[in-house]
């Protein structure tokens, strides 16, 4: 008998989905024969609105691109507006600004613990990883005020400089964390239902992932070496030491493999930036933000944020507004071409768990 | 890995261990229970602090604060440079980014640890701190010192002269901007006006402000011939009480809002370059024949609009050269004669007709000025100065101020002698001393109040003092001692002073008994004030004006009790400085225009 095909809309609104879009899934039987993701549900057009906004104004509406990871945008975008200027960012500015990133990639990661184990219906580390993320997000609001969007990194460094006592704050909660994470480890790549689930799941060629621009830890998860920490290191990565999770395999579990081995190399540099905090300066800062303009120019200014590479291309036409900003980050390539052929021949259970290994973040493919 | 795969199985049992214990629902201990120092929650305005200049609503990109009026409710003194309004904000706008607190000025909105409001109600969700959270003052987190506020607190300094190079000559003291520190120094301004209220010519300030900053200084120019024919003199010595309420002068130094001037307006170095960049439009001759009796600042400023508005404008001055008090009065250190001489060209290029060495009164009757025109303004300023009052004033060597500084200007000898004393503390005695001073005198001020009470400008103050002229405050003078011959000075006795407080009023000087003091002098300038000369109008009109305390009473539009005639300048305000004579001479060139083309319609 012929298998009957079903057409099955997995979204917008689902826990399994990362933010608000949606999966058509056509599927024989459990198997995925087609999938065709739909996006829109979350259009604020953040690019346009740059447009309207002077430079000082834009840097508060690029934490929205994406709200589990805001920081990797605002440095990207003051790395641009930098280079354009030609504004020099003093040494203190430099490390407070890796600090916040690594910081942002540790409680990132935490949020990936709680996605990747929820949908592959291990509660428990999910549970654990969200509530030890909020120490984290404490020493966000100790720094910035804010606890999510932290409008912290300025074109010329940083808002403001650390509270007192800071230091100690950060070391201690990383010295919990760091224990923690052993704890997860037991529970999700020591348990033989999380292996099974990942291993030989979502794979992706090392050919496709070159020819389609994959970034971040699923790159790295083929076994490239990619990383702009490394390649082109900006703020203070050139003066840290780590190294970058290579594991080969392209699947599920490889990815996981990565993120596992990567907080704890930011966990290091976090120690390393508290050891090393240079004194002087933290902001090089900008004339009156009312009659601030920048000379006209473009430049690429790019981070390395947890699902990858995250850039924006600045232009500049010499008045006090960007003329154009454009985003290019990781979940455009990775949650719709990428996604859409990977999952063709998985199962429908691990459409949420191979989306969740990749890193999508739906308002940053809506820009 | 197999199926049965038994320590893979078991491991998540390792989960037990945390069996029993409490979830994360509180702080770590290191951090403390409480929010943040630095949170950002609700805002805090500082209602008595604050200024209301309206940075925070033009930052805020969510358009979350609006500026509303509340000095009448709250009490809130609406005095010169305090507009009145304070910000309100809706919350279901705001996103707590606190930019608004990093650009106030002042420093008076911060944001607090509080961040929990619930209501159905979603109108009460517009809050306007301060008066809606009174409670906040006590609960500040997010703020705003001046090192961490995104205001640019610090002038760009102005280069000048050393002090001892000055009083080698007359040159020009200020060296004036160049464009780099113009730019630098208006990209300071914030746009938000309350300095355009208190300028007594309302002039567009942040306008050309932000012309300058921009780069495009012919705009400038052109805005600020808006309303000001004499700028070049106003941006060398205006008063500037615009840059006493700069907002930015709360915590840091005004915005040079008068060297930003000077620099425009000098980019025009010469008359025909002036009329090229502003090329104003003149209207046709409207037949209407208009006389200006003084060629002072706003003698000048009716002539210029009233030209461009298509009169026939003749002015009379007595002297040889044209700008009043500004030519005669002000040194030329401060105001060099090409200066003038270049903007009262550019008016005569735009048709104003200026008869020099013309004397009313003596060389031309008032009445036939009154007669052959359509409207007559009076701008004759204050000329006559006030006597000391005390014994020996009559003396040779000693010299009203405005007289001895009208003598040096007008190229005319005054030998000062070595040793000089000023008796005064406005700026006509600063002027008389530095100009002494320049004449290699040893210069001693006199003044009854103490220092910061000097009326005069405390950069003309500083300059004084940078040049060697002593101020000695608290000192009265008695008597003037004539020398052997009766005829001459030779020295003043003054008796030291101290300061008692008033009730509602500014502490006073009181003598202190015994303490007389008497130096040996050359010279002695006076310069305790002037006041308006009107014997050259005949008794007929002058019956006709008004006056009070040697002040012609006018309207808002400067018409004086007599409908053809108006008035302005010093012998009108009660402010003395160029600018408000520019005002007078702008107002009246609307009460002339409304009151000739409304009779022809």
């Known amino acids: 008998m012929r298998e009957k095909s079903t057409t099955l809309y997995l979204g917008p609104q689902h826990p399994g989905i990362t933010g608000n879009m949606m999966v058509k899934l056509q599927l024989e039987g459990d198997t995925i024969v087609k999938a065709t993701t739909h996006v829109g549900y979350l259009h604020r057009a953040f690019e346009k609105l740059i447009e309207r906004r002077n430079w000082m104004q834009s840097t508060t509406i690029l934490c929205r691109f994406c709200v589990p990871e805001p920081d990797p945008p605002e440095a990207a975008f003051a790395l641009a507006v930098e280079q354009i200027e030609g504004r020099e960012v003093p040494e203190r500015g430099k490390y407070l600004r890796s600090l916040v990133l690594e910081l942002a990639r540790i409680q990132s990661f935490m949020l990936w613990y709680a996605g990747q184990n929820g949908s592959a219906g291990l509660y428990t580390v999910g549970q654990w990883s969200v509530g030890d993320r909020n120490y984290v997000l404490d020493l966000f609001e100790e720094l910035t005020g804010g606890r999510i969007y932290h409008m912290y990194i300025w074109p010329g460094g940083v808002r403001r400089d650390i509270p007192e006592g800071f230091e100690d704050k950060v070391l201690h909660t990383m010295d919990y964390i760091e224990k923690r994470i052993d704890d997860y480890d037991r529970m999700m790549f020591d348990s033989a239902i999380f292996q099974k689930r990942a291993q030989g799941v979502g794979i992706i060629s090392k050919e496709k992932a070159m020819e389609w621009g994959v970034v971040g830890a699923p790159l790295r998860g083929c076994g490239i070496g990619h990383d702009v920490r490394k390649d082109n290191p900006y703020d203070a990565y050139d003066k840290l030491d780590f190294q970058m999770g290579i594991f080969d395999g392209g699947d599920v579990w490889a990815r996981a493999k990565v993120r596992q081995f990567e907080i704890r190399q930011s966990i290091s540099m976090v120690r390393q930036i508290i050891q090393n905090l240079p004194k002087g300066d933290y902001l090089n800062k900008m004339p009156n933000p009312m009659k601030w303009t920048i000379p006209a120019g473009s430049a690429y200014g790019k981070v390395e944020s947890v699902r990858g590479e995250f850039g924006f291309h600045v232009v500049s036409d010499g008045s006090d507004k960007p003329r154009r900003v454009h985003a290019r980050g990781p979940a455009y390539a990775h949650g719709i071409s990428l996604l859409e052929d990977i999952l063709v021949g998985e199962n429908l259970a691990d459409v949420s768990f191979i989306m969740n290994s990749l890193g999508v973040c739906p308002p940053e493919i809506e820009r | ?601």
Request: glycine letters at 8%; proline letters at 4%; a negative charge.
């Open chain 2, 1 to 601: 890995m197999s199926f049965f795969d038994l320590k893979g199985l078991l491991r998540p049992l390792t989960g037990l261990s945390q069996f029993g214990k409490n979830p994360h629902t509180k702080r770590m201990d290191v951090l403390g229970q409480d929010t943040a120092d630095r949170y950002r929650g609700f805002h805090y305005n500082d209602l008595n602090a604050c200024i209301g200049c309206g940075n925070c609503s033009t930052i805020c990109m969510n358009e979350a604060i609006d500026m509303v009026e509340l000095a009448a409710e709250f009490n809130i003194s609406q005095d010169k440079g305090n507009s009145g309004l304070r910000p309100r904000v809706d919350y279901g706008r705001c996103c707590w980014c606190a930019l608004c607190v990093d650009v106030c000025p002042t420093g008076s909105l911060n944001l607090t640890k509080e961040y929990d409001y619930v209501s159905p109600d979603a109108n009460s969700f517009l809050w306007t701190p301060g008066v809606d959270n009174p409670y906040g003052k006590d609960q500040l987190s997010f703020t705003s010192s001046v090192e961490t506020s995104l205001m640019n607190f610090e002038r760009i300094p102005m280069r000048e002269l050393e002090g001892t190079e000055r009083v080698k000559s007359f040159a020009e003291v200020v060296l004036g901007y160049n464009e780099e520190e113009a730019r630098a120094e208006a990209s300071r301004c914030i746009s938000c006006s309350l300095c355009t209220e208190v300028c007594p010519d309302h002039m567009h300030i942040p306008e050309y402000i932000n012309a300058i900053a921009k780069g495009n200084d012919d705009d400038a120019l052109r805005i600020i011939y808006d309303n000001n024919p004499l700028p070049e003199m106003c941006g060398k010595v205006c008063t500037r009480r615009c840059e006493d309420v700069c907002a930015i002068a709360v915590r840091g130094e005004a915005v040079a809002i008068r060297w930003l001037k000077r620099y425009a307006t000098e980019r025009a170095q010469t008359s025909d370059l002036i009329k090229e960049i502003v090329n104003p439009e003149i209207q046709e001759a409207n037949g209407y024949k208009v006389g200006i009796i003084g060629a002072g600042p706003s003698g000048l400023t009716a002539a210029y609009y009233l030209a461009l508005r298509g009169f026939d404008v003749t002015v009379f001055e007595a002297k040889r050269f044209g700008g009043g008090m500004t030519m005669y009065g002000i040194p030329k250190y401060r105001l060099p004669m090409d200066s003038l001489d270049k903007q009262i060209g550019y008016l005569q290029k735009i048709g104003v007709k200026i008869n020099f060495n013309t004397r009313v009164g003596t060389d031309i009757t008032f009445d036939e000025i009154y007669k052959k025109h359509d409207a007559v303004f009076i701008g004759i300023g204050f000329e006559k100065p006030w006597k000391l009052g005390v014994e020996g004033e009559d003396l040779e060597n000693s010299i009203p101020a405005v007289e001895y500084l009208r003598m040096i200007n007008n190229e005319e000898i005054f030998d000062v002698g070595k040793k000089v004393v000023v008796i005064g503390g406005g700026n006509v005695a600063i002027d008389g001393a530095r100009v002494a001073a320049r004449h290699n005198a040893e210069v001693t001020i006199l003044y009854r109040r103490r220092v910061e009470d000097m009326p005069a400008d405390w950069e003309e103050i500083e300059g004084a003092e940078d040049e060697g002229v002593h101020i000695h405050p608290q000192a009265i003078p008695v008597r003037i001692i004539a020398d052997e011959s009766g005829k001459k000075v030779k020295a003043i006795e003054y008796i030291e002073a101290e300061m008692v407080a008033e009730e509602g009023a500014r502490p006073r000087p009181v003598p202190i008994e015994g303490s007389n003091k008497i130096i040996e002098v050359d010279t002695i300038i006076g310069a305790i004030g002037q006041e308006a000369d009107y014997s050259f109008i005949s008794e007929e009109y002058v019956n006709k004006i008004e006056l009070n305390r040697g002040r012609i009473v006018t309207n808002d539009q400067q018409q004086t009790s007599d409908a053809k005639i108006f008035a302005g300048g010093d012998a009108v305000n009660r402010t003395a400085d160029a600018i408000s004579a520019i005002a007078d001479g702008f107002r009246a060139v609307k009460g002339i225009e409304a009151m000739l083309l409304k009779t022809k319609k």
